[in-house]
């Protein structure tokens, strides 16, 4: 079995993925074999990983974070890196993904009861995931701290002790509080949990890391723990996909440049990484707009992100007088890109009639698109190669849906997948929709679809910036870290 370490959080947002993709890359470029693995991790931002042994099956879902952390190791991503994926549908519920397939519904309660049924699964993959490796760097989900739900806890020190994998503990003094928080975790943890840690780090520091030095004393003071050094905010980490919708409520415009994309930040928003790409364009401004604020007028193009509750975001959509101003951008001459969910709303009528979704089972379309839409049971999920009708260039990506979409303007597919015909886009061409996650990740057609808007695309390798990106991160890690330590400490 390969030896592990574990990086859990004082509290959830504090940076972890990031880390563990930056020391995944660092201790891949010591020539170890690395993996990563969440056992649990809830996002709603899902990629397509490979199923071990299944090949008749199209692939499984994975949390997006996982996907980048296999990148960062050099392998391709796996279900048994993140066994257990929750994706919220509703404020208490959430669809349960286990080893990459359905396993059911759950609301908040009820899942609390499911966990001692899952760690069998998430052994099962743990066992997986380090066939053949040295190193697994494990990623912890909200906090050890919650001790309320330590008994049925499966993805911090549940996990940890059962798996025998020592952690090291994640406090980010950018949101205050960190002394507090390091030294408070150490407080309430009881003593099997309490010796699973080998030492702490500090994360998102900006400034002189030096003025934290008696800082470092005083959690020594409180805790006994060593310090495996102090992490300065890393800039590199804005170059790479964001896993969670956290993030979205912190990104402000930027700078005005040739082309403003405006974003809707829908209740249910899935996989807005689709956007990364076109944000790394030098003449592209990605701006996401929250609710009750107007769709900007000054946009050339609107797209509507996927959804995990199509209906339910579609009627929330309308409550925020989106679709007006939507309206009136396509009359000012706009264009629109709806992917997946944000397909479905740009048609005639959703219709749901087995209730997969929630109890609301129609909902009128948004109309840019001669289109209607049936939810079905059946999911599709599957990495694809395809190619665009518009620009007859070579795409990539992956499909995670529910629902059939069907009508005239079908009839002008937007790109073509394993030979059948996908999306839809209007008589004008300026509405385009598709089920395809990872339009804007083909540079060839990313450069062609900003020049048919008046922009020149910069010529940009999306997927090398994003290893260079974890390079960069990697690299900050080798100098503030101490990375032989925690390596090390693997066991």
């Known amino acids: 079995m390969a030896k592990a370490i574990m990086l859990q959080g004082t509290g959830s947002d504090v940076g972890k993925t990031v880390l563990v993709a930056g020391l995944c890359r660092a201790a891949k470029k010591r020539g170890l074999k690395v993996r990563p693995f969440k056992p649990q991790n809830m996002s709603n931002n899902a990629a397509v990983a490979d199923i071990p042994g299944d090949n008749n099956h199209g692939g499984g879902e994975i949390g997006r974070a996982q996907w980048l952390q296999a990148i960062a190791c050099g392998v391709a991503p796996s279900v048994h890196m993140n066994p257990v994926l929750l994706k ?17 519904e759950a609301r908040a309660r009820d899942y609390q009861a499911l966990k001692g049924r899952l760690m069998d699964a998430v052994l099962d993959s743990w066992a997986k995931v380090g066939e053949g490796a040295d190193l697994v760097i494990v990623e912890g989900a909200g906090s050890p701290a919650e001790i309320n739900l330590r008994s049925r806890d499966i993805a911090n020190m549940g996990f940890a002790t059962r798996a025998n994998v020592p952690v090291v503990l994640v406090g980010d003094i950018d949101r205050g509080g960190v002394i507090a928080s390091v030294a408070g975790t150490h407080l309430i943890l009881p003593e099997e949990d309490r010796r699973m840690i080998v030492g702490y780090l500090i994360n998102k520091f900006r400034g002189d890391v030096s003025l934290f030095d008696d800082g470092i004393k005083s959690i020594e003071r409180f805790t006994g723990w060593r310090c495996f050094g102090v992490v300065p905010w890393l800039k590199a980490a804005a170059r790479l996909p964001s896993e969670d919708s956290v993030v979205l409520e912190r990104l402000v415009s930027g700078e005005k440049r040739a082309l403003k994309v405006a974003v809707p930040m829908l209740g249910r928003i899935a996989n807005f990484d689709d ?52 309206l ?10 709806g992917i997946c969910g944000g397909f479905q709303m740009l048609g005639r009528i959703v219709r749901d009639p087995q209730g997969i979704e929630g109890h609301v089972t129609e909902a009128e379309g948004l109309g840019l698109l001669d289109v209607e839409t049936v939810m079905e049971p059946e ?103 101490d990375c032989d330590a925690i390596f090390g400490l693997a066991r």
């Open 88 to 104: 919220p549908q509703t404020d208490v519920g959430a669809q349960v993904i286990v080893q990459g397939k359905v396993f059911g």
């Open 275 to 326: 956007l990364d790409p076109l944000k790394a364009e030098p003449q592209v401004e990605v701006v996401f707009v929250p609710p009750g604020k107007p769709l900007p007028a000054d946009a050339g193009l609107v797209v509507i992100p996927g959804s995990k509750s199509t209906i339910g975001d579609l009627l929330k959509f309308r409550e925020n007088g989106w679709d007006s101003d939507l």
């Open 328 to 337: 009136a951008h396509r009359k000012r001459g706009g264009h629109v890109v």
């Open 379 to 481: 999911k599709t999920v599957r990495n694809v190669s395809a190619r665009s009708v518009q620009f007859d260039l070579p795409l990539a990506g992956y499909e995670i849906h529910l629902g059939r979409t069907t009508g005239p303007d079908t009839l002008r597919p937007s790109a073509v997948i394993n030979g059948a015909d996908d999306g839809a886009i209007s008589a004008d061409g300026k509405v385009l929709g598709t089920y395809m996650h990872g339009l804007f990740s083909a540079d060839a057609f990313r450069g062609k679809f900003l020049e048919s808007l008046g922009v020149r695309g910069g010529g940009l390798d999306y997927r090398a910036e994003v290893e260079r990106a974890l390079d960069d991160v990697a690299d900050e890690l080798e100098v503030h870290l």
